[in-house]
């Protein structure tokens, strides 16, 4: 299993319009995506001012297009080990792969805390 961080409303506008689309799709070639271990560090290094997010849930194997795991070009964030890979979608996320949506929010401590059923 991985996990794309993203907004409700994102997921929404997909669910009405077609495969889910990340703007980093278009911009870089690929959408992000981590493992249940990057989550956290992720969340709390690119979504600083978000204090909630949605997950999506993906099972790589129902994948209609190429998944790869990369090192980040400019290095992990704080948390990650150096040499960990993370997973890259090479093209739109097809629904099929998406077996749960789930939120994340801050806890009173303003950290990123995953869901009890990740």
């Excluded at 870089?28 to 709390?44: D, K, R, W, Y």
């Excluded at 948390?79 to 960990?84: F, S, T």
């Amino acid at each position: 299993m991985i996990y794309h961080l993203t907004f409700r409303k994102n997921w929404k506008y997909a669910l009405a319009t077609g495969p889910y689309r990340d703007k980093s799709l278009d911009k870089e070639g690929f959408i992000h995506c981590s493992t249940a271990s990057q989550l956290v560090p992720v969340a709390m290094d690119f979504f600083p001012n978000r204090r909630k997010l949605t997950i999506l849930a993906i099972d790589e194997t129902r994948l209609t297009v190429p998944l790869k795991w990369e090192k980040p070009s400019g290095g992990p964030p704080p948390g990650v080990p150096a040499n960990e890979k993370f997973p890259h979608i090479y093209g739109p996320i097809n629904f099929e792969a998406v077996v749960k949506t789930l939120d994340m929010e801050r806890n009173a401590d303003d950290v990123f805390v995953p869901p009890d059923n990740l």
